[in-house]
């Protein structure tokens, strides 16, 4: 069974930085993208990053470029996203899920398989 399971969201001051992990379970890495997706509140779920793992294909949105990096572990099968220079803006639910199926996915794509969430909290 496909599952995801995020942890690292809270709360942090403006500028400030904080990691989350999605932890896989029920497959490898190899063979799928993953993504980090985050909902505003009101608003819907936007990507802010992906990384397909048979090529090394990663993706950012122009938002996160240059403060995000998402990378992962395939023996730990964790994929991580480290969010630097936090913003207002930021604040919200993140969300991990996979992109496209095997044998390698999408990055960008769409999502299949979901994680439950995580919350950030971004104050000035």
């Known amino acids: 069974q496909v599952q995801l399971v995020e942890s690292g969201g809270g709360s942090a001051q403006s500028g400030e930085s904080l990691r989350l992990s999605c932890e896989a379970s029920g497959f490898t890495l190899e063979h799928y993208a993953i993504g980090w997706f985050r909902q505003a509140p009101g608003k819907g779920r936007e990507e802010v990053a992906c990384i397909r793992f048979n090529d090394g294909k990663i993706h950012y949105d122009d938002s996160v470029k240059g403060r995000f990096v998402i990378f992962g572990n395939r023996n730990d099968n964790i994929v991580t996203l480290q969010m630097n220079g936090l913003k207002p803006e930021d604040t919200g639910e993140y969300y991990c899920?996979?992109?496209?199926?095997?044998?390698?996915?999408?990055?960008?794509?769409?999502?299949?398989?979901w994680g439950q969430g995580t919350p950030v909290s971004v104050s000035e």
């Open positions: 899920a996979t992109l496209g199926g095997p044998p390698f996915g999408s990055c960008p794509g769409a999502a299949d398989v």
